[in-house]
């Protein structure tokens, strides 16, 4: 959508976009893949890529998403509350380490140690079945109704799964908010191109489109 | 063995005119082994360079190693004992449909493995066309080690049964009668005569096929998931390792690489002797 608009915008130009893990990315950024932007889902990867001088000026933060449960729409193991992914026998799927939605879910785990007991973070890994490339593919486990439940953003739940998939939401004070930077790169072929993608995604018009996708606005 | 004396005995070290043409043949010889043995090389001297030896003693590497093998072994084990007779009737017998059922079992070799972990997933899937079935007996197979040996027999039988077929096929029916002849039944017959002779294209066909299983990674991910210990087989691993530490990933390749390798050698070496020991 952004990327028809940018086309639009500057005629000739064809926008290329690439959709993988933020840990995916950086390492392919690492080893050289032709990229004009980095877009990340988590902070680290764009520290990583920052301190490496990878980063062509200062990232900034163009979106923000909360963590969130998804179950299948019959919901199996019937979890009506979050502290129910902690029950016995729920096939949970997580994305894999050092993904970042991945990395939030452990965090959330953590904290709600306080509220749930010491067992809870533990019981609830201990139903973890699959370790999936990335949190759409996690997603896509509990679309498909494999999978009891997942953690995933409130961004992921788009509207071609929402006849299947029904959403149980994290306690706001166990949350976190992550905060999606976005740079131009080093290496980028066309730097002023790159600049303008960073400017319409962050414009009005941009953060507009992302919202339609159950994104929070950065500011 | 057998093929490569042919091929040794029939390649002439050319004279005159036909230098032109065996030089170019022979430098397309030296491209092709450079193409293959630099990435190979490129692996080795990485692990070297960043002393990444260590990774391979990981326990991810470990569990991901004797996972492959546990799953390769019995995919092996069913493929032989459902394949090879599959294959001979492939091979003797005419039948109406036996077209058809060729095509189809060879249909998972062209299949990308990613639509064939679609495939699987949606077959034997919790809500899928045969899962929601077994479900209602408590019976779930995604997420499962039995997930992942179905996805590498799903991909890997056509190289057995086809090679296997093809070995049974150029069995004379003759030897074969001759035996019946002096007596031997049909159990006998199969075991001491055909298999035998069909020998050389069995073991091609098992190497090749579990070459094939041990590589398997979309079929895999996509059907059985990924989870050290239980789905995540060597090349599951590699990715997910590629994920957030390449060291690991390499030294994850490398491993393969020289377990692949062994393999390899040992079934040459055992067919080359058991070949000449019936000759």
């Known amino acids: 959508m952004l990327a028809n608009r940018f086309e639009e915008q500057n005629p000739g130009v064809k926008v290329k976009q690439s959709f993988e893990s933020s840990s995916t990315l950086l390492t392919q950024i690492q080893q050289g893949a032709p990229a004009d932007v980095f877009a990340s889902a988590a902070e680290e990867e764009m520290n990583t890529a920052v301190k490496e001088g990878l980063v062509n000026g200062e990232p900034e933060v163009f979106v923000k998403n909360r963590e969130i449960v998804m179950v299948p729409k019959d919901n199996p193991a019937n979890i009506r509350r979050f502290r129910d992914v902690a029950k016995p026998d729920v096939k949970l799927v997580l994305a894999g380490k050092d993904v970042p939605a991945a990395d939030y879910a452990l965090e959330i785990l953590d904290k709600a140690k306080g509220e749930y007991g010491a067992d809870f973070e533990k019981d609830v890994l201990s139903n973890v079945v699959s370790r999936e490339s990335d949190v759409r593919a996690s997603v896509n486990r509990v679309v498909v109704g494999d999978a009891d439940a997942t953690f995933g953003y409130a961004s992921d739940y788009t509207p071609d799964i929402r006849d299947r998939v029904e959403i149980v939401r994290i306690p706001p004070d166990l949350n976190i908010v992550a905060t999606y930077p976005i740079a131009a790169l080093e290496d980028a072929k066309s730097p002023e191109l790159a600049k303008k993608w960073v400017e319409l995604v962050t414009s009005e018009e941009g953060q507009g489109v992302l919202q339609k996708w159950n994104f929070e606005p950065a500011a | ?279």
């Open chain 2, 1 to 279: 063995m057998k093929g490569r004396d042919k091929v040794g005995s029939s390649i002439r070290l050319p004279r005159g005119s036909d230098t032109l043409a065996s030089g170019l043949a022979v430098a397309s010889l030296a491209l092709l082994v450079g193409f293959v043995s630099l990435p190979l090389l490129s692996l080795v001297v990485w692990t070297v360079d960043k002393g990444t030896w260590r990774a391979m003693a990981s326990p991810v590497a470990v569990d991901a190693l004797l996972l492959s093998l546990r799953t390769t072994a019995i995919t092996m084990a069913i493929l032989l004992l459902i394949g090879t007779p599959a294959a001979y009737v492939l091979a003797r017998a005419e039948f109406r449909g036996s077209r058809v059922i060729n095509t189809l079992i060879d249909i998972p070799v062209v299949l990308p493995p990613s639509a064939a972990g679609i495939a699987l997933l949606l077959a034997f899937g919790r809500l899928g066309l045969v899962g929601q079935y077994l479900n209602v007996f408590g019976i779930t197979l995604s997420f499962t080690t039995v997930a992942v040996v179905m996805a590498e027999v799903f991909v890997a039988a056509p190289f057995y049964v086809r090679q296997a077929a093809t070995g049974f096929g150029a069995v004379d029916r003759a030897v074969e009668e001759a035996a019946m002849v002096d007596g031997a039944g049909h159990w006998r017959r199969f075991f001491r005569v055909t298999i035998p002779l069909a020998l050389p294209a069995l073991v091609a066909g098992a190497l090749t096929a579990w070459a094939r299983a041990l590589g398997e990674f979309g079929a895999t991910i996509i059907f059985a998931g990924s989870f050290r210990g239980v789905t995540q087989t060597i090349p599951l691993a590699i990715f997910a390792e590629f994920q957030r530490d390449l060291d690991a990933a390499v030294a994850l390749s490398v491993l393969v690489l020289g377990f692949a390798f062994a393999v390899i050698l040992a079934v040459r070496y055992l067919t080359a002797r058991s070949t000449k020991d019936r000759a």
